[in-house]
Nanobody
Framework: QVQLVESGGGLVQAGGSLRLSCAAS????????MGWFRQAPGKEREFVAA????????AYADSVKGRFTISRGNAKNTVYLQMNSLKPDDTAVYYC?????????????????WGRGTQVTVSS
């Protein structure tokens, strides 16, 4: 069983930055890729970023490329999402998820454990 707990969300002005963290329980953290997804009010959950099990490969949604950076610290069982140049369209609940594989995958069915999410609100 894996438990994922997100933190770091909050209210920020457009152009600002936030760093999300996701702490994972369990001894298999370093064996699997991790990802971030988000869900805005009235919209479906969407892929944001993913990182392979050793951090060597990453994937990003086009909407966040160049602004967001995903990373992981396997010694701390933690994955991070650094979000810069935030826009009001980035407002959403952000979810951390564990992949079923070691590869940085981008679709929801490829993830088997999810956190409860952390709210990010970007004001204009």
């Amino acid at each position: 069983q894996v438990q994922l707990v997100e933190s770091g969300g909050g209210l920020v002005q457009a152009g600002g930055s936030l760093r999300l963290s996701c702490a994972a329980s369990g001894r298999t953290f370093s064996s699997y890729a991790m990802g971030w997804f988000r869900q805005a009010p009235g919209k479906e959950r969407e892929f944001v970023a993913a990182v392979s099990r050793n951090g060597g490969h990453t994937a990003y949604a086009d909407s966040v490329k160049g602004r967001f950076t995903i990373s992981r610290g396997n010694a701390k069982n933690t994955v991070y999402l650094q979000m810069n140049s935030l826009k009001p369209d980035d407002t959403a609940v952000y979810y951390c998820a564990k992949a079923r594989t070691a590869v940085a995958v981008t679709t929801m069915p490829e993830y088997d454990y999810w956190g409860r999410g952390t709210q990010v609100t970007v004001s204009s």
